[in-house]
């Protein structure tokens, strides 16, 4: 069988994939995912190999890890005054030369971003910026030793009207965006674009990792040992982004998800699972934490994904008590159970208030 040279660049960024999720089965799946033979799959392999895009490992369980190049920049925040597009330019920029243009503008965007954050909120005294690249996808990794996002969140809630916030509620906020503890000089939105611009996403704070994704539902890890090394090593905020070099993602399509060309940034994505503490969504405090600040939105998408079982006290506040006070806004309930929309319906009692949209086709 004679492939074009398109499908065989194909076979090979599915292998290369597979390896980065260092999966020992790579070969077996390439044979079933694109009808070739063993023999075909391992050429493509030893073609990759030859190349230098992959180098054989003993370390990983699939044999292989890609042939990364990694660059290492300290930088004192005294010196990155001059401006994070700047710092940009000079750190990250030059090991962009794989990306096409619309890898860059994500990257230009992204980058600038998460050093502005560290630069202005981290309280720290220096960043440090790593970059690794390969044939397939680039890396940055932007750290600093400040007090860290979720405490830097905590403050300003503290100040703002919050009673006793947990880190938990800050991530709630974090999910929604638009949520910054300088609002005179921000808008809140860089987290939350950046997060669904790259392929991968995570920030690393306190004991929490938030990971997400384009495309990928957004959840959040808690680790006590982490919070250990974070404090050992000095560390406030980690932020590690990975993006393909060749995405067909446009800068614009993300945006245009949750923006308005007038009015701004006016739709907002929710995990509820993620947002309510116990895991479940069975409090009307719950319900009351998401509904915080929704007013700021006109549009808010309510993913349940992996939520099983929905109480009637939670989609009681939601979905008739607050959607009824407040109609300007328009809920979009996505991926449920057919047990969680039943429990809607059944608040609704037959007469839903018309902004909670169960029809959601444009979403899921």
Request: charged share 25%; aromatic share 10%; hydrophobic share 35%.
């Amino acid at each position: 069988m004679s492939f074009t040279e398109k499908k065989k660049e194909e076979i090979k960024k599915y292998i290369m994939r597979k390896i980065i999720l260092d999966d020992k089965e790579f070969i077996v799946k390439t044979m079933d995912n694109f009808g070739i033979s063993i023999t075909s799959a391992k050429r493509y392999l030893q073609e990759l190999i030859s190349s230098n895009a992959i180098e054989i490992s003993d370390q990983d369980e699939c044999g292989y890890h890609m042939a990364e190049q990694v660059y290492v920049e300290e930088i004192p925040l005294t010196e990155c005054r001059q401006g994070e597009d700047r710092i940009f330019a000079a750190y990250i920029e030059p090991h962009l030369t794989n990306c096409n243009d619309k890898a860059y503008r994500i990257w230009q965007y992204a980058s600038e971003e998460m050093i502005n954050n560290a630069i202005e909120h981290s309280n720290g005294s220096r960043i440090c910026i790593e970059v690794k690249t390969n044939v397939l996808s680039c890396s940055v990794m932007i750290l600093d030793d400040g007090i860290g996002t979720f405490t830097t969140l905590l403050n300003y809630m503290k100040s703002h009207g919050w009673e006793e916030p947990l880190i938990e509620d800050a991530l709630i906020e974090l999910y929604k965006g638009k949520i910054t503890s300088k609002e005179a000089n921000h808008s809140g939105e860089g987290i939350f674009f950046s997060s669904k611009m790259m392929d991968d996403f995570c920030l690393w704070s306190d004991s929490h990792i938030y990971k997400a994704g384009y495309g990928k539902s957004t959840q959040t890890i808690q680790s006590h040992l982490l919070a250990y090394k974070a404090r050992i090593d000095r560390m406030g905020t980690l932020v590690c982004m990975t993006l393909e070099n060749e995405t067909e993602r446009n800068i614009v399509e993300v945006f245009d998800m949750y923006t308005d060309v007038d009015e701004g940034f006016i739709k907002t994505q929710i995990p509820v699972k993620e947002a309510c503490i116990s895991g479940e969504p069975v409090a009307r405090s719950q319900a009351r934490r998401i509904c915080n600040r929704l007013d700021m939105f006109q549009e808010a998408i309510l993913d349940f994904t992996d939520v099983v079982f929905m109480g009637q006290g939670f989609a009681d506040e939601l979905f008739r008590v607050y959607a009824a006070a407040h109609p300007q806004i328009k809920l979009y309930p996505i991926n449920m159970l057919p047990e969680v929309s039943r429990m809607i319906r059944h608040v609704g009692r037959g007469n839903l208030p018309e902004n909670v949209c169960l029809s959601t086709a444009g979403y899921e």
